[in-house]
Nanobody
Framework: QERLVESGGGLVQAGGSLRLSCAAS????????MAWFRQAPGKEREFVAG????????LYADSVKGRFTISRDNAKSTVYLQMNSLKAEDTAVYYC????????????????WGQGTQVTVSS
């Protein structure tokens, strides 16, 4: 059964760093584009970062560009999100998602979703 499991969330002070991981149990992981989305309380789920199947192409939301880095290891079927210079407004549940197509900003393009991991940034 296809499954995405996020880990690495937690409580961190503003200015600190966290590294999220998403372990995928998906047939042919390397054929899926991957992304991270986040959802803060009372807000819509929003795109954070995406990465192509090969890892050569990445997309970032303007709000995280220069602070967050998405990467993947196809041999381990895992995608990562390195988050630096964290801000209080980064507080959210972070979700991993997989798309059979190209990396995209749009939720509807992603077929598989994880359960999420909480990131809380204290100011």
């Amino acid at each position: 059964q296809e499954r995405l499991v996020e880990s690495g969330g937690g409580l961190v002070q503003a200015g600190g760093s966290l590294r999220l991981s998403c372990a995928a149990s998906i047939s042919s992981f390397s054929t899926f584009a991957m992304a991270w989305f986040r959802q803060a309380p009372g807000k819509e789920r929003e795109f954070v970062a995406g990465i192509s199947q090969s890892g050569d192409n990445t997309l970032y939301a303007d709000s995280v560009k220069g602070r967050f880095t998405i990467s993947r290891d196809n041999a381990k079927s895992t995608v990562y999100l390195q988050m630096n210079s964290l801000k209080a407004e980064d507080t959210a549940v972070y979700y991993c998602a997989a798309s059979p197509g190209a990396a995209s900003w749009f939720r509807q393009d992603y077929y598989y979703w994880g359960q999420g991991t909480q990131v809380t940034v204290s100011s």
